[in-house]
T-cell receptor, first 116, second 118 residues
Framework: EADIYQTPRYLVIGTGKKITLECSQTMGHDKMYWYQQDPGMELHLIHYSYGVNSTEKGDLSSESTVSRIRTEHFPLTLESARPSHTSQYLC???????????????FGEGSWLTVV | AQKITQTQPGMFVQEKEAVTLDCTYDTSDQSYGLFWYKQPSSGEMIFLIYQGSYDEQNATEGRYSLNFQKARKSANLVISASQLGDSAMYFCAMREGLSGAGSYQLTFGKGTKLSVIP
């Protein structure tokens, strides 16, 4: 079972507010990811990190930013939330070791964000 | 072009019966991995099964098995003895490049909603 945690699980905020979605994993994984998923749709990668002080943007353009100061922590921030940011945000991690087990990407429970 | 195609938006299966969820993929890489995830209505993504492109045997995990046909580029998920708790969205995903090299991201299909009927 994966040990990756996201808070908050559900958040309703007003337009223009700054929010941070927290993600922590206790598996010591180097690789971490943020995916965005609109209801009933597929997941799209918005950010990923190879390790501490490394962050890259994914295929789907996002106004959010991320940081990776510690291995276990990969928060996502929206400086000024808009209704178009309403979505589910899923954090994930993997250790990327050789062999089948290293290919598994584990997900957190997701954060449902609604901007009103 | 879609890299992962799941042609069944919704499927129904009788409890205790087996069901096959289809997935085809498109890649020019020789090294890749294929994943299936289950997403209940609560939203979390639960890893089910993994198949590497060089794995000769079809992957199995309990009631889940992956029917890997490399020449056809298909990776169908078979769930045996369906249970009511299997009702969920199921996503097929691909990672191009294996551990230690290549892309780190998963590309997902649009998903199949499975409903298990008592």
């Amino acid at each position: 079972e994966a040990d990756i945690y996201q808070t908050p699980r559900y958040l309703v905020i007003g337009t223009g507010k700054k929010i941070t979605l927290e993600c922590s994993q206790t598996m010591g994984h180097d690789k971490m990811y943020w995916y965005q998923q609109d209801p009933g749709m597929e997941l799209h990668l918005i950010h990923y990190s190879y390790g501490v002080n490394s962050t890259e943007k994914g295929d789907l353009s996002s106004e959010s930013t991320v940081s990776r100061i510690r291995t276990e922590h990969f928060p996502l921030t929206l400086e000024s939330a808009r209704p178009s940011h309403t979505s589910q945000y899923l954090c994930a991690s993997s250790d990327d070791l050789p062999g089948s087990s290293g290919n598994t990407i584990y997900f957190g429970e997701g954060s449902w964000l609604t901007v009103v | 072009a879609q890299k992962i195609t799941q042609t069944q938006p919704g499927m129904f299966v009788q409890e205790k019966e087996a069901v096959t969820l289809d997935c085809t993929y498109d890649t020019s890489d020789q090294s890749y991995g294929l994943f299936w995830y289950k997403q209940p209505s609560s939203g979390e993504m639960i890893f089910l099964i993994y198949q590497g492109s060089y794995d000769e045997q079809n992957a199995t995990e309990g009631r889940y098995s992956l029917n890997f046909q490399k020449a056809r580029k298909s990776a169908n998920l078979v769930i045996s003895a369906s249970q009511l708790g299997d009702s969920a969205m199921y996503f097929c995903a691909m990672r191009e490049g294996l551990s230690g090299a290549g892309s780190y991201q998963l590309t997902f299909g649009k998903g199949t909603k499975l409903s298990v009927i008592p």
